[in-house]
């Protein structure tokens, strides 16, 4: 009944859809449980003849069923040691694979879903390890499925057979035993699923504290992060205090009740063997297929309570593996167009929130142009440019690609036509080799160092202890913020895309690196469509088209030469700048 209702669970039968793939080690755990179960039935039937033998004084027969017993325990360990070791590796497997599943979703969620939830990275990092944990011991726990029913069946039938009278009497205090455990499950479900939520804002505190340690000791925050981390502590341990409460607290109820039983029983049958109603066999033989059956009951009940841990943790990832915020992929499949001409916005609209980023934008942009997006900050020009890349998706109108809107286009072969080179660089945990080869790692790398002279990285790559080989750190930053842009540029340069989007690309940097770096952005930009996003005019005085963004609309597009002419938004950002 325990198990019926655990297994009509949504969650639960997910689970177990993700078995699917190791039926193999599936069959094996449920033979060996079996077998487990069966020799535990045999154990109990031999104690009878045993002691029934020493009690009318039959040594041969004890020798006999001793020896049955020694090797009936010898396959039962071996048993035993099948059904728990495939069972645990089983719930490994079936727990990488929600883990490779997530990291998967992650990567493909939308830059909306991303920006927007509330946990943050920590967050999501507690999700795919701390939940997934919980649902490891929790699949631990499917291995008393193939195991403890049967076991609790035939012990069952054999304390009918041995004493039918006393098991009416036992099986009685059942159904008490599932009432108090059905009790306390919603409860546990209730805090467990708090205590998750409260280790997510602590795992969050954790990266923020990790990624921002610079700031930290900067403005002396540490006890303002120590404190906020002992708060979300205090609210974990309240939860977890509770959830161990209620979890702990039937393992001493249940053990009353079948000790009480046990007791019961020892007394019956003292009071039968003395009126020659029983033998000492059939005493043993009953309490042995009673402690057989107490056994697997004690299982379920585990298994039980801490499922409800379990369902929990798999209803939080199967809500992020369901989130619907991934880009959508049109079922056409279309390749990029080889010969296209022109990128067109047409009347694109974005809207965050209830907050309209982009409004009503009419552009064209042909093959070959240098295009620069200047205006306020907020004014939308980085989302323009990532509509296109489909970090997200316009709330109205569509972009096209000569005649085909982007999002009909196959998603992968969209990217790998986009190159990207951001102010916030970021280099993974890696070698600059690897750094660069990034960029494409279907290409040969042959190409690494050819890119890095042409994103003007060479010479300083050269001066490293180990060249190219050189690791970069964590985010890159053994390097310094010229030397990652300019690794990022070679990697830009590395994947040859046709397209390049330039965010900011030198905003950040000194004006000595900025220059070097410069080099390497007009390397990246030759015979290719480049989308410049710049806050310093001078980068971008050579464009073919500028184009001036005020609250999400474009209010002024021209030459560098033709915008200053006009008394507008360009020419008053270049007298500021340059105190004209």
């Known amino acids: 009944m325990i198990f019926l209702g655990f297994m009509l669970s949504p969650e639960v039968k997910r689970l177990l859809q993700e078995f699917k793939d190791y039926k193999r080690l599936v069959v094996t755990v449920a033979i060996s449980g079996i077998a487990w179960a069966i020799t535990g039935a045999v154990l109990a039937s031999q104690m009878k003849s045993v002691f029934d033998g020493v009690q009318g004084g039959h040594p041969e027969v004890v020798k006999e069923h001793v020896l049955i ?124 699923t708090q205590g998750q939520e409260d280790l997510e804002k602590i795992t969050g505190t954790i990266k923020e504290t990790l990624d921002g340690v610079r700031i930290i000791q900067s403005f002396n925050l540490e006890k303002e992060m120590r404190q906020r981390f002992e708060n979300q502590s205090l609210d974990y341990l309240n939860s977890r205090r509770r959830t161990h409460r209620l979890m702990e607290i039937t393992g001493p109820v249940t053990e ?9 029983i020892i007394g019956q049958f003292a009071l039968e063997i003395s009126e020659g109603k029983a033998t000492l066999g059939d005493f043993m033989a009953y309490v042995t297929a009673l402690l057989m059956m107490s056994d697997p009951v004690k299982k379920m009940q585990e298994a039980y309570v801490r499922i409800q841990e379990t369902t929990s943790a798999a209803r939080r990832a199967f809500s992020m593996l369901d989130e619907d915020s991934e880009v959508p992929q049109d079922k056409a499949h279309k390749k990029f167009p080889k010969d296209w001409k022109t990128i067109t916005y047409k009347n694109v609209s974005f809207r965050y929130g209830n907050d309209w980023i982009l409004r009503h934008v009419n552009l064209t942009i042909h093959r070959g142009q240098m295009v620069a997006f200047v205006g306020a900050s907020g004014s939308g020009k980085s989302t323009l440019v990532n509509l296109l890349a489909r970090f997200f998706d316009p709330t109205e109108g569509q972009i096209l690609i000569d005649d085909v809107p982007v999002n009909e286009i196959e998603l992968h072969d969209l990217r790998a036509n986009i190159g990207l080179v951001t102010q916030d660089v970021f280099l993974f945990s890696d070698t600059i080799e690897r750094n660069v080869w990034a960029g494409d790692f279907e290409k040969p790398n042959d190409r690494v160092v050819e890119s890095a002279k042409f994103a003007n990285a060479h010479d300083f790559i050269e001066k490293t202890p180990n060249k190219y080989k050189n690791r970069v750190g964590d985010r890159g930053n053994l390097l310094s913020g010229g030397e990652k842009q300019r690794v990022s540029i070679a990697r830009a340069i590395f994947k040859d895309a046709p397209i390049l989007i330039l965010d900011e690309a030198t905003s950040a940097l000194d004006s000595v690196n900025e220059i070097e770096v410069q080099k390497g952005l007009d390397s990246a930009m030759q015979g290719r469509t480049s989308l410049v996003i710049a806050h310093r005019l001078a980068t971008i005085a050579r464009a073919d088209v500028i184009h001036v963004m005020r609250q999400g609309q474009l209010v002024e597009s021209g030459t560098h030469q033709d915008l200053l002419k006009n008394t507008g938004d360009y020419s008053h950002l270049y007298k500021l700048q340059y105190n004209h």
């Open 69 to 192: 017993i020694l090797l009936v325990s010898l396959t039962q360990g071996l048993a035993r040691y099948l059904h728990l070791f495939n069972m645990n590796y089983l719930s490994e497997l079936v727990c990488q694979g929600i883990r490779q599943k997530l990291q998967i979703k992650f990567m493909r969620l939308n830059l909306t879903f991303h920006n927007s939830y509330s946990a943050g990275a920590g967050g999501l990092i507690s999700r795919i390890l701390s939940d997934i944990v919980v649902i490891f011991h929790g699949l631990r726990l499917f291995a008393d499925f193939f195991r403890a029913p049967l076991q609790a069946i035939l012990a069952l039938g054999m304390l009918f057979y041995f004493n039918w009278r006393l098991t009416l009497i036992t099986v009685v205090v059942l159904p008490l035993v599932v009432g108090f455990l059905r009790l306390i499950a919603k409860s546990i479900r209730k805090f467990s």
């Open 256 to 264: 009353f009740v079948m000790t009480a039983v046990i007791v019961f």
